[in-house]
């Protein structure tokens, strides 16, 4: 993989990310992207928050009842 990514390549590895643990090569190239561009890491901040917000809703018990 080339160390120069376009926008969409870095939001399928920040997707992939949550999943499994990205190659070396991968992980640089997105670093290094997300230090260039303005758009991807707010992106990246946004997929954080809806994986932790998924993650509160999985455990959520409703006490209505």
Known sequence: M????TC???ARLISAELDREL????RAALRLH???CRACPRF?????LLDS???RW???VDQSD
């Open 8 to 10: 969409r390549q870095s």
């Open 2 to 5: 080339k160390f120069t990514i």
């Open 44 to 48: 990246k901040a946004q997929i954080r």
């Open 23 to 26: 190659p070396w090569t991968s």
């Open 34 to 36: 997300l230090l260039i």
């Open 53 to 55: 917000a998924m993650g």
């Open 58 to 60: 999985r455990t959520y």
